[in-house]
């Protein structure tokens, strides 16, 4: 059984950061792209990153490029998400997902498994 599970989450003032962690088990994640996105309340869930199978290409969505930064571990089992800058627009539950294919991605549809979310809160 697959499983994703997200953490790093939680309060923290505008201009502060945070580090997402996205642990990643059941399977050989080895060559899978895997991505992030964010759903904010009474809004549907959008892209915010993704990384292909081995790290070396990532693609942002514009209102996170410059302020995230996606990468993953060495063993390539956990998927990580620097957040600077933050305002209160990044406000929103943050989603892990992984997809079989070693390409990035940016729609939902394209990815196989997700993780159940970590509530991220920036305060203003």
């Known amino acids: 059984q697959v499983q994703l599970v997200e953490s790093g989450g939680g309060l923290v003032q505008a201009g502060g950061s945070l580090r997402l962690s996205c642990a990643a088990s059941?399977?050989?994640?080895?060559?899978?792209?895997m991505g992030w996105f964010r759903q904010a309340p009474g809004k549907e869930r959008e892209f915010v990153a993704a990384i292909n199978w081995n790290g070396g290409n990532t693609y942002y969505a514009d209102s996170v490029k410059g302020r995230f930064t996606i990468s993953k571990g060495n063993a390539k089992l956990t998927l990580y998400l620097q957040m600077n800058s933050l305002g209160p627009e990044d406000t929103a539950v943050y989603y892990c997902?992984?997809?079989?294919?070693?390409?990035?991605?940016?729609?939902?549809?394209?990815?196989?498994?997700w993780g159940q979310g970590t509530q991220v809160t920036v305060s203003s």
């Open positions: 059941g399977r050989t994640f080895t060559n899978y792209a």
């Open positions: 997902a992984a997809r079989y294919s070693g390409a990035v991605a940016a729609r939902e549809y394209e990815y196989d498994y």
